[in-house]
């Protein structure tokens, strides 16, 4: 009876684990980025062009620790208030950098499904979704939801838009879909 | 784990906080230079200073003079203690040390007891660990007696309610540890900042990012964003983490409102950076920061007490920790280079005691010395009706323990040691405990009057109980030590 009451409370245990969700603390967030957008991990993201943003500058707030110049041997439990905005930028500037690298490029790694010096208005539907789902099976490894595709072609109609450059474009959709949620916590 | 979150409290979330974010931006604005509202505010400031590897306080303020009595334990000649008129302290003097080149000597702590002794009090106490990590966070907790918090959070609770970043922590080690209260608002839990100089790059989602799009684009995707993301806000509506992220998500507008970043940037990069303008409030605040601490790109401690007294001037913060880490750094002196910064910085005691000390020591009052000088000079949050900074504010050095008396090249660690307050809310200018000559240990203090009492040893507790009592914060169990504050 005692081993029955046992695997109950160990397997409600496991239950209420799997309830939560892992945080991506800054070195993993940092392998899926450079794998998602095929740059290596000095080429993400650097502050003020020369320091590197997840292994200092945004360390912490993006989670991890720095067990030799900090002593620091735990990564922080919980997100602070600082990691929305160090995920942001660090997703940012490696969504910037990888559309430099591909606009000047003859042979685009990621933003390949349209030419990036185009204004927003030449381009067709069918290579805007193709990238959508592109960026997904790079960032979150799935297609979009009908629903999700839609509202990322709607960002193309978006008056903010205009009738940017492709680039710029290109951005806006890189960011919304890797600084989502899902990207970060699995 | 079971903070449930569903969109209707999100949405309502949301609206209030952006109305919030607003109404701040105004507020700001009104005040030309703060982020807070106007009035005469009670918030009081600590400042942690972390000496890190245990600092002797009979190697700074409270020096044994050599005799007959003593031979068997480290002191000082007379010719090695300055002993100012009037003050309540004696001081070591600079001890040449080299360690293949020079190490700095050339701020005397003299000169800090000149400048600010009517402030400062030393506190005998006794700790209970000698192991660094248990140490420092026992130095900051008061060994567990208010639910673990520190003191740090402890300040920020109470005086950071309306602050935007209540608790700032430049600490390493196990100064740089959360405490382990549970119902620990969360405006008081510490923002780890790991460089103090780069630190304002955290507080805007794209300024000072090249090649960036236009801010309304960024909105634009921001917004198709959130709408993404509200399926797996739903699917996952029990988890913790996420709530907390989407919480602090939802904050960002009111953070970004303030312009953090352009207020606490003073790291200057031309390249990048607009130029600063003298005249305005911001800029001559960033310009004076600079030339104060002319060494913040380099020194990673001027660079933390650059960001502590901007920090403070704009009423963001109620409690900041910072310190010195264990890396070795140099200087360059005309052609010759010399040690800033001892590796292990107090722990090379191991090695040199009196070397590791005295640099030590001396590098932590020359900082001090600046900072506490800049908060004396500024008035909080640049109203004169707040008064200066200073006014409000307390200097703790936490130190993880003292060192053995015995031994004479290198030291080991020791329990008994005391540690270094300034603050206008204490009567300073006094040794609360005192130290007994013949074996260097320090004994401990009636806390209700102050005077010495040799049958006494003070606890880590006791530490934190005066510290919060000088904050003005209550919690269950604190010791009372009416003894030490300062009658206005």
Avoid at chain 2, 3 to 18: G, I, M, P, Q, V
Wanted: with cysteine; charged share 20%; net charge negative.
């Amino acid at each position: 009876m005692r081993i029955l009451f046992f695997l109950l409370g160990f397997s409600l245990s496991i239950q209420a684990a799997a309830a939560e969700l892992i945080w991506k603390r800054s070195q993993i967030l940092e392998r899926d980025l450079s794998r998602a957008l095929e740059l290596a991990a000095d080429e993400l993201c650097l502050e003020l062009g020369q320091y590197s943003c997840l292994k200092d500058v945004h360390l912490y707030a993006l989670g991890d620790h720095d067990p030799f110049a900090r002593v620091q041997y735990r990564s922080l439990p919980e997100p602070s208030q600082l990691t929305a905005i160090a995920f942001e930028r660090v997703v940012l500037n490696a969504c910037i950098n990888r559309i430099a690298r591909d606009g000047e490029g003859a042979a685009p790694t990621v933003f390949r499904f349209y030419p990036l010096q185009q204004k927003l208005s030449q381009l067709n539907r069918p290579a805007i979704a193709q990238q959508i789902r592109d960026l997904y099976q790079r960032f979150l490894v799935r297609d979009p939801l009908p629903a999700e595709e839609a509202a990322l072609l709607g960002l193309a109609n978006d008056p903010a838009l205009g009738d940017e450059k492709a680039s710029m474009f290109s951005q806006a959709l890189c960011l919304a879909v890797g600084s989502q949620l899902e990207f970060l916590f699995f | 784990m079971s903070k449930k979150l569903d969109r209707r409290h999100l949405l309502e979330t949301a609206a209030w906080l952006s109305f919030w974010g607003a109404y701040q931006a105004k507020a700001s604005a009104a005040a030309g230079s703060s982020v807070s509202t106007r009035g005469v505010r009670p918030e009081k400031l600590l400042i942690a200073v972390t000496a890190n590897g245990g600092a002797s306080i009979v190697d700074s303020l409270l020096p044994v003079l050599g005799s007959d009595n003593n031979r068997s334990i480290r002191s000082y000649t007379a010719a090695e203690i300055d002993i100012e008129a009037g003050s309540a302290f004696a001081c070591v003097r600079p001890v040449p040390y080299e360690l293949g080149v020079p190490v700095d000597t050339n701020y005397e702590m003299r000169t800090f007891l000149r400048k600010h002794g009517r402030d400062a009090a030393v506190i005998t106490h006794t700790g209970t660990s000698v192991n660094h990590l248990i140490a420092a966070q026992r130095s900051l907790n008061g060994n567990g007696i208010n639910r673990g918090r520190t003191l740090m959070e402890a300040a920020a609770a109470a005086h950071g309610q309306s602050m935007l970043l209540a608790n700032i922590n430049m600490g390493m080690g196990g100064y740089g540890l959360p405490g382990t209260d549970p119902e620990l608002p969360r405006v008081a839990r510490a923002e780890a900042v790991a460089d103090a100089l780069l630190f304002p790059l955290a507080l805007h989602r794209e300024q000072r990012i090249e090649g960036r799009a236009d801010d309304k684009i960024l909105s634009a995707a921001r917004k198709v964003r959130a709408e993404l993301d509200s399926t797996f806000l739903s699917k996952h509506n029990e988890s913790a983490l996420l709530a907390d992220f989407v919480r602090y998500q939802q904050n960002i507008p009111k953070l970004e409102a303030a312009e953090l970043l352009e207020a606490l940037m003073f790291f200057d990069q031309a390249r990048l950076a607009p130029p600063l303008n003298a005249h305005s409030s911001r800029g001559s605040l960033l310009l004076k920061v600079r030339t104060v601490f002319p060494a913040y790109a380099t020194d990673p401690l001027e660079a933390q007490a650059a960001l502590a007294f901007l920090l403070f001037r704009y009423g963001l913060t109620a409690a900041v920790t910072l310190g010195l880490d264990d890396l070795v750094r140099f200087t360059e002196v005309g052609e010759q280079k010399e040690i800033l910064h001892l590796p292990l910085a107090f722990d090379w005691s191991h090695n040199n005691h009196q070397g590791a000390q005295n640099s030590m020591w001396r590098r932590l009052f020359s900082t001090l010395d600046r900072l506490i000088q800049l908060l004396k000079e500024e008035d909080y949050l640049g109203r004169p009706e707040e008064g200066k900074i200073w006014d409000r504010s307390l200097v703790y050095i936490a130190t993880e323990f003292g060192r053995d008396r015995e031994t004479r090249i290198g030291s080991g660690h020791h329990l008994n040691n005391g540690s270094v307050l300034i603050s206008p809310r204490i009567e300073g200018n006094r040794i609360y405990g005192g130290v007994d000559t013949s074996t260097g240990l320090t004994y401990g203090f009636n806390p209700l009057t102050g005077d010495p009492d040799r049958g006494r040893e003070m606890e880590e507790a006791d530490v934190y109980s005066l510290l919060l009592q000088a904050l003005g914060v209550n919690f269950d169990g604190q010791r009372d030590f009416a003894g030490l504050m300062r009658r206005v």
